[in-house]
């Protein structure tokens, strides 16, 4: 069974950093997890759930304009897990952070028209606040 298990959110002052991890476990098909797309959601209170970034097996990266030169998304495929390295905070960065993995591959447009149903497995969450 595979589980997605998110950590490293908190609290920190606009223009700082946090690094989101995301521990998987569990098998897809006789493979760990990081050897599919994986992603990093966001969902602001009171608002939809938006797509930040993800990370094809092959290691191709995309993320939303919105983060794009201040975000990192990254993987250690020994470890098992997904990285989030958050740089330049924003107030408008203020969510809860999801984890997912698709069972395929590549995420191809994922970040920038796919959707939520897209992806197979969820993590819970880890909030991050940023103070102005």
């Known amino acids: 069974q595979v589980q997605l298990v998110e950590s490293g959110g908190g609290s920190v002052q606009a223009g700082g950093s946090l690094r989101l991890s995301c521990a998987a476990s569990?098998?897809?098909?006789?493979?760990?997890?990081?050897?599919?797309?994986m992603g990093w959601s966001r969902q602001a209170p009171g608002r939809e759930r938006v797509r930040v970034a993800s990370?094809?097996?092959?290691?191709?990266?995309r993320y939303a304009d919105s983060v794009k030169g201040r975000f990192t998304i990254s993987k250690d495929n020994a470890k098992n897990t997904l990285y989030l390295q958050m740089n330049s905070l924003k107030p408008e960065d203020t969510a809860m952070y999801y984890c997912?993995?698709?069972?395929?591959?590549?995420?191809?447009?994922?970040?920038?028209?796919?959707?939520?149903?897209?992806?197979?497995?969820w993590g819970k969450g880890t909030l991050v606040t940023i103070s102005s």
């Open positions: 569990g098998y897809i098909y006789g493979y760990t997890v990081s050897n599919y797309c």
């Open positions: 990370i094809d097996s092959d290691g191709v990266t």
């Open positions: 997912a993995a698709k069972i395929w591959p590549r995420c191809a447009s994922w970040v920038v028209a796919g959707t939520e149903n897209a992806m197979n497995y």
